[in-house]
């Protein structure tokens, strides 16, 4: 582990990097019934984070976001979606960065530009938690995924980021993409149904649900899934292509 | 316009400026009929642009895209919405810089953070054409109103940028915020229906359209509007607020 930091830690510097520019990640799981955020609590600080990293100069911003979520929480190839950036003069906390700069041995001076002001370019991802295992990286104690309504408190903005990629989220749930990366590719109504109540924090009814959602012709519907009473088996969709 | 230009160019320095970073406004003009695009043209060089800028580091990101606004089309106190970062590697083209440098009579040597990559926060912004004069900024020759299916080919990525605003803007159709901004507090189902038409580029139906958007339930009904046959007068409607 002590290698590993130290490893991590030589690879950042400041020339290697667009200054006054960073990312962060609203990385949700799903597993078919809670809705939860992915979040870093680096070493000896009580500082809680989104997994978040700094764009190279000779990589694009989405590459970045890849990078450093690999990186930092060990998970490759999720697919990340750009939804805002966060550039306010008050978003920056030089004193929380300091802690962090000191418990992981790191020169105050020579790591000064992380100090600097930060604009941040966020991003979010849908997973399924259960298929997964997050690892924290060098900097931090661990990685944990945490119910939406159970959120420590984040350091810097990250509780406006989560906030944001929540209303992102509810406002893009119509769209096929999002049931499409939290679901198998054919699913029941029922999980369907799951998915709107966990991001919208509500139980829907379910007759209603369902015209609302056949009423937008954007499912196809495929043979019935049994198990156990046929006469009760329900049957199986697809989002159309 | 010398001096306009002189002084404008002596407020450029490097060091009051976030490096590497920009944004860029797609201004939408819409008169009740056409929705245009609010173009620059640099001086000499014939290369046309959005209108953009660079972030001070003691301001926001939103007071940044503001005042750039203002100062480059003399548009004031428009309202804009963020939609996308934009950060590819190959979306610089500091040839073209170097020609709007020479033009401006500015030292490629001091101006050279300038040539360097750039990431681009985008902006767009909806107003009605017909109330306002923009003015073309030192930089530039002149600024006009283009119709979208008319734009003269851009610098950089800005067609992109033009692009993925127009999306956004037809995703977000149907929240009132679009409307609000494009039309009269009070407004017929007719003028409704034109900016629809305008923004999705293709004729609809009356009938479709008006069950549809009756459906959303976002309307508020009020008195007819009495001009000529009053058995014609079309209702006038606002948003619900």
Same mark, same amino acid.
């Given at each position: 582990?002590?290698?590993?930091?130290?490893?991590?830690?030589?690879? $950042?510097?400041?020339?290697?990097?667009?200054?006054?520019?960073? @990312?962060?990640?609203?990385?949700?799981?799903?597993?078919?019934?809670?809705?939860?955020?992915?979040?870093?609590?680096?070493?000896?600080?009580?500082?809680?984070?989104?997994?978040?990293?700094?764009?190279?100069?000779?990589?694009?911003?989405?590459?970045?976001?890849?990078?450093?979520?690999?990186?930092?929480?060990?998970?490759?190839? $999720?697919?990340?979606?750009?939804?805002?950036?966060?550039?306010?003069?008050?978003?920056?906390?030089?004193?929380?960065?300091?802690?962090?700069?000191?418990?992981?041995?790191?020169?105050?001076?020579?790591?000064?530009?992380?100090?600097?002001?930060?604009?941040?370019?966020?991003?979010?991802?849908?997973?399924?938690?259960?298929?997964?295992?997050?690892?924290?990286?060098?900097?931090?104690?661990?990685?944990?995924?945490?119910?939406?309504?159970?959120?420590?408190?984040?350091?810097?903005?990250?509780?406006?980021?989560?906030?944001?990629?929540?209303?992102?989220?509810?406002?893009?749930?119509?769209?096929?993409?999002?049931?499409?990366?939290?679901?198998?590719?054919?699913?029941?109504?029922?999980?369907?149904?799951?998915?709107?109540?966990?991001?919208?924090?509500?139980?829907?009814?379910?007759?209603?649900?369902?015209?609302?959602?056949?009423?937008?012709? $954007?499912?196809?519907?495929?043979?019935?899934?049994?198990?156990?009473?046929?006469?009760?088996?329900?049957?199986? @969709?697809?989002?159309?292509?």
């Amino acid at each position: 582990m002590v290698n590993n930091t130290k490893k991590t830690i030589d690879h $950042i510097e400041s020339e290697d990097f667009i200054p006054n520019l960073s @990312y962060d990640s609203v990385i949700f799981g799903f597993n078919g019934k809670q809705l939860k955020i992915l979040i870093l609590e680096y070493h000896n600080t009580g500082l809680f984070a989104l997994p978040g990293g700094f764009v190279k100069r000779d990589e694009s911003l989405d590459d970045a976001a890849e990078r450093g979520v690999r990186e930092r929480t060990g998970l490759d190839q $999720i697919y990340l979606e750009q939804f805002y950036t966060f550039g306010s003069m008050t978003r920056s906390d030089p004193q929380a960065m300091e802690r962090i700069l000191d418990e992981n041995g790191m020169d105050r001076q020579k790591y000064k530009w992380m100090l600097d002001r930060f604009l941040s370019v966020s991003y979010y991802a849908l997973i399924n938690y259960d298929e997964v295992t997050p690892r924290p990286d060098a900097f931090s104690d661990n990685i944990n995924w945490y119910p939406i309504d159970e959120l420590p408190s984040l350091m810097m903005d990250h509780g406006q980021i989560v906030k944001k990629a929540l209303e992102v989220l509810r406002d893009n749930l119509d769209k096929k993409l999002i049931g499409m990366n939290l679901l198998p590719t054919k699913f029941t109504m029922k999980q369907l149904q799951q998915v709107y109540e966990a991001i919208l924090g509500e139980n829907l009814r379910r007759t209603t649900f369902q015209r609302r959602i056949l009423g937008m012709d $954007i499912l196809e519907r495929h043979e019935k899934l049994f198990q156990g009473k046929a006469h009760k088996a329900p049957y199986l @969709y697809s989002f159309k292509s």
